[in-house]
């Protein structure tokens, strides 16, 4: 048997994570437990104490994919612990940010596998994608990533997002190569086809080991906040929901993941449609300010990011700003699950495996 070393930084792996693969010939036979804490800031530490801004901005920071649901997060979570109530319009250009973020996510995970996979005509179309949704952003914004687009009791700099007019028109311009990917990610689709047997999961095991997120869905484990808990844009025009009539694929291996991200990612396009329409019809009703401080006040929220659920309980502080700050991400049980994953599959393959988890070290690695 033969000790294969993948990691913590190697070209098949998009973040850094230590695995240690049991080869017998070709074949993954064991693999020791992961080593995480590469990508580790101790970010929840470093804001405390900090003015609720600039904790903002770290907090956005903390991950180059799921930044903008973070931020989200925390600022829910602070509308909670003062009382403070966000504009109707406002909501609506939370939805639309974390939506976008959602689409940015997607590419970036469909266009790793398609790498991997051999597929780089995808691959270059995915970062394509990305970039003419990146220079629209920054047009938009001033920001190509970190937005900074909400801040609690609404948005930063509410002007800037009277007219949505140019990314609207983006957005539709990436219609077309959008849903191409049901198609690349479907059971005829070169993702389809490559990812089809390789590292499936159990419906039963994912419920046990609590995966959300792709994973989960791919694997038959039903969960979204947005639908579930609907909170800000989300309760407002619970109708939108409507518009997602295509139906994930189940059977929980890398095809499904793949296929299920795809799905997503029209979903979230065709949201993204009904949200632009519905922006100007939107009455942007009063900001209820929040409560002034009586000593500590604390606040919990939950919002669906692109790898899951995330969770913010902060505690403000007396003279105000972060008193305290715990953030939960999701990715724990995919670590925990990657030996049985991996487990018995030829090596060549756990390229495509890996990248079709969607897990992501920068939000484990808080």
Not at 203 to 228: F, S, W, Y
Not at 245 to 259: F, I
């Amino acid at each position: 048997m033969t000790t294969f070393p993948l990691g913590p930084y190697h070209p098949a792996l998009s973040q850094p994570i230590g695995l240690s693969l049991k080869l017998r010939g070709e074949t993954v036979a064991g693999v020791e437990a992961p080593i995480s804490g590469y990508c580790r800031r101790g970010v929840q530490h470093l804001v405390a104490g900090m003015q609720v801004e600039q904790a903002l901005g770290v907090m956005e920071r903390s991950c180059g994919v799921a930044g903008q649901s973070a931020r989200l997060a925390v600022c829910r979570a602070i509308e909670a612990a003062t009382g403070a109530a966000p504009s109707a319009r406002s909501r609506m250009v939370r939805a639309i940010f974390a939506e976008i973020e959602r689409v940015l996510a997607r590419l970036w995970l469909l266009g790793l596998a398609s790498r991997v996979a051999g597929q780089d005509a995808a691959f270059r179309e995915a970062l394509e994608a990305r970039e003419v949704l990146m220079e629209a952003l920054e047009a938009q914004t001033g920001e190509r990533l970190f937005w900074a687009v909400a801040e609690p009791g609404g948005v930063r700099d509410p002007e800037r997002f009277d007219d949505l007019e140019d990314l609207r028109a983006t957005m539709e311009d990436l219609a077309g190569p959008v849903l191409s990917w049901t198609a690349m990610a479907g059971p005829g689709g070169a993702l389809g086809r490559a990812g089809a047997g390789v590292a499936p999961i159990a419906a039963e095991r994912a419920r046990v080991m609590g995966l959300v997120g792709l994973a989960a869905r791919a694997a038959g484990v039903e969960g979204d906040l947005r639908r579930d808990a609907p909170y800000g844009a989300y309760a407002d025009f619970p109708f939108a929901w409507q518009a997602d009539s295509l139906t994930p694929p189940t059977g929980g291996d890398a095809a499904a993941r793949l296929g299920t991200a795809a799905v997503d990612l029209v979903a979230s396009m065709r949201l993204l449609r009904v949200f632009f329409e519905m922006l100007p019809r939107v009455e942007d009703t009063a900001v209820v300010p929040g409560a002034e401080r009586q000593g500590e006040l604390t606040g919990h929220a939950a919002v669906e990011g692109p790898h899951g659920p995330v969770e913010a309980r902060v505690v403000l502080a007396t003279g105000g700003g972060i008193g305290r700050l715990r953030l939960e991400t999701p990715g724990a049980g995919l670590i925990t699950m990657l030996p049985e994953i991996l487990a018995g599959m030829p090596v060549a393959l756990v390229p495509l495996a890996l990248a079709s988890l969607d897990l992501c070290m920068e939000c484990v690695d808080l």
